[in-house]
């Protein structure tokens, strides 16, 4: 039993060790990273901590409601720069009216890229805003249609905006670049960053546990079977 746990523990703990160096390692540069940098906070633009008064005479939501097709459940108030508008949301979809007009509001190339720079207070120049049909790996928790927006700075800042309705849902740059790739090895999760219940972390939790424990049992053989030394004088 002893040989073969001595074997057992040999091998899986030399199939592990190079996860585990990786583990340590990524864990050490997470911890060394700027989180407020890898947020985007340096190049973002500071909201107006002052509450913005909603127009009066705008047109009533519940008049906008009724003659809207779908089956709403929630609006909300928002603001398209210095435009506002009601966000609705049904079962299936979202979609902006514009609170003076009651029109639809598209989110054009031009709105985004006006939206995006109006978010950002950084020295680099705007790019032409892209369209994106699916979201790339690090805007992957959103939902497409989005727009992408580049600046030319030191630290590749690129805003992800949605299509629908014009938030700026990710701010990614070089910081937030590296911290995700430390964040893949952490969790060995190569393809959604974010899982911790994927097999291969599994597996691999389980053999480590399987090398500590067998490397606890071999030591307590190894001094079990050690000789004791004679006592001085005997």
Not at 11 to 35: C, I, K, N, T
Not at 167 to 174: D, I, K, M, P, Y
């Amino acid at each position: 039993m002893t040989r073969t746990f001595r074997t057992l523990h040999k091998w899986v703990a030399l199939v592990l060790a190079a996860q585990f160096v990786a583990w340590m390692a990524s864990g050490l540069a997470l911890s060394l990273v700027d989180h407020d940098a890898a947020n985007g906070e340096p190049h973002r633009r500071a909201a107006d901590a002052s509450a913005r008064p909603w127009p009066a005479g705008v047109r009533s939501p519940v008049a906008l409601v009724a003659a809207s097709a779908g089956r709403v459940q929630r609006v909300e108030t928002a603001w398209l720069g210095e435009r506002p508008v009601y966000r609705l949301v049904d079962d299936e979809r979202t979609w902006l009216l514009d609170a003076a007009s009651g029109r639809p509001v598209k989110i054009d190339a031009a709105l985004a890229g006006a939206l995006a720079a109006a978010d950002y207070a950084g020295p680099g120049a705007a790019s032409a805003p892209e369209w994106l049909a699916e979201a790339p790996r690090e805007a992957i928790d959103h939902a497409p249609p989005l727009w992408r927006v580049r600046f030319a700075d030191d630290v590749d800042t690129t805003l992800y905006l949605s299509a629908v309705d014009g938030r700026v849902l990710e701010r990614r740059n070089a910081q937030s670049r590296w911290f995700e790739l430390f964040w893949m090895l952490h969790t060995m999760d190569y393809s959604g960053r974010g899982d911790f219940n994927h097999p291969l972390v599994i597996v691999s939790a389980a053999g480590g546990l399987f090398a500590a424990l067998t490397g606890a049992w071999l030591l307590v053989a190894l001094l079990r079977r050690r000789p004791r030394r004679p006592a001085v004088g005997a």
